[in-house]
């Protein structure tokens, strides 16, 4: 039920997160950082490039939630993404994810030492620009879920990461933009939570492709 | 909207990008076909490559002609679970074990099942020994 690790990424605007706050550390199998804006937080937004970050925080199982919320502060560039990582090994690129990816909509992999694998469909969809989502991952030992604004959208079962590891973010865009914008999809919230926890949303009766039927891809 | 069980080949080379039919991340073929799915993809702990180039998935579309016309895709009997594999026809099981074989799948487990129920299990415990058909499902 407990909250382990929180962020409202209130701060300096181009500060690095790791310069922000020594609860997080960028993943050593990324190169970029992930700034600070507007009291939230995106990708250096300076050429095409991907990121992670963990936070300190560890959790005391293997069972528990990730989320963020997104702020879509504009949507145009294909395949810039957005997400939460959770059971992610400090060393390795391992890590489950769920995420949104401009173009492609809502996803959620699993990641082996950097290879990549999709877990369960993806789920088209169009963010409006302005708008907030809750994007969450949630862990609970094979049972993989990813939850927007508290709607179970994707669901997997999968036993190919059982350790805790750390929660944390991750981001990927192509080139665009500047420095200190207003532009794309940024990370804001960020929440952990023991099995059964809030962040975002509780574990509520599950509707697979809510979004497709409710015609909104 | 109705179920059905397939077994698919893996597409993709693990990379995370947009996926074209040979690169992008590990999925199985009915991933590109815009359906909803479930399936699962046991991977080597160190490299993260799939174990199997195969695996079995549950669709649910109203739409299943697209994906039985998938190449890398081989639809199973469309059969009640709790149905007898006696019952079912011999050309659509001659079909089913000839789909098995092809992905050096030993068919033996199927003439010596029961049950159709008994088989789906028999080929998601060829990928993960704890594989439950009544935890294998999709809305």
């Known amino acids: ?28 199998s990324y190169s970029n950082n992930v700034l600070i804006a507007n009291n939230r937080c995106q990708l250096d937004p300076v050429g095409a490039a991907s990121s992670a970050y963990c936070h300190s925080a560890t959790p005391a199982t293997a069972d528990y939630s990730v989320s963020i919320d997104i702020y879509v502060a504009s949507y145009t560039a294909t395949n810039n993404l957005v997400g939460v990582v959770g059971r992610a090994s400090t060393s390795v690129n391992t890590f489950y994810h769920a995420r949104h990816s401009i173009g492609a909509g809502w996803q959620m992999y699993r ?92 574990a509520i009766p599950v509707f697979v492709n809510h979004y497709r039927n409710q015609g909104i891809m | 909207m109705a179920k059905k069980y397939y077994i698919c080949d893996i597409i993709g080379d693990g990379q995370d990008v947009p996926p074209t039919p ?47 016309d998938a190449k890398g895709v081989d639809a199973l009997p469309d059969f009640p679970l709790d149905g007898k594999v006696n019952a079912i026809n011999n050309v659509t099981k001659s079909r089913m074990n000839e789909a098995l074989v092809r992905r050096g799948i030993n ?33």
Do not use: C
């Not at chain 1, 079962?157 to 665009?176: M, P, Q, V």
């Open chain 1, 1 to 28: 039920m407990a909250q382990f690790a929180s962020d409202s990424f209130t701060g300096t605007t181009g500060d690095t997160l790791q310069v922000y706050s020594a609860n997080w550390s960028r993943h050593p």
């Open chain 1, 111 to 202: 990641f082996v030492s950097g290879a990549a694998t999709q877990l369960g469909s993806a789920v088209a969809a169009t963010l409006t620009p302005g708008n907030t989502y809750n994007l969450k991952l949630d862990m609970s030992g094979s049972a993989i879920k990813l939850y927007v604004d508290s709607v179970a959208t994707i669901e997997a079962t999968d036993t190919g990461i059982t350790s805790a590891g750390k929660a944390g973010i991750r981001a990927f865009n192509n080139a665009y933009g500047t420095a200190i914008n207003a532009e794309q999809l940024h990370i804001d919230n960020f929440s952990a939570d023991e099995a059964g926890g809030g962040g975002g949303g509780a």
């Open chain 2, 22 to 68: 040979t690169t992008g991340p590990f999925r199985p073929v009915i991933a590109d076909l815009g359906v909803s799915w479930v399936g699962s993809i046991p991977s080597d702990p160190v490299t993260g490559h799939p174990l199997h180039t195969w695996t079995l998935v549950l669709v649910n579309t109203d739409n299943h002609a697209k994906v039985i």
């Open chain 2, 107 to 139: 068919t033996d487990f199927v003439s010596g099942s029961d049950g159709y129920r008994d088989v789906i299990r028999g080929i998601g415990q060829k990928l993960e020994a704890a594989f439950d058909e009544n935890n294998f499902d999709v809305a």
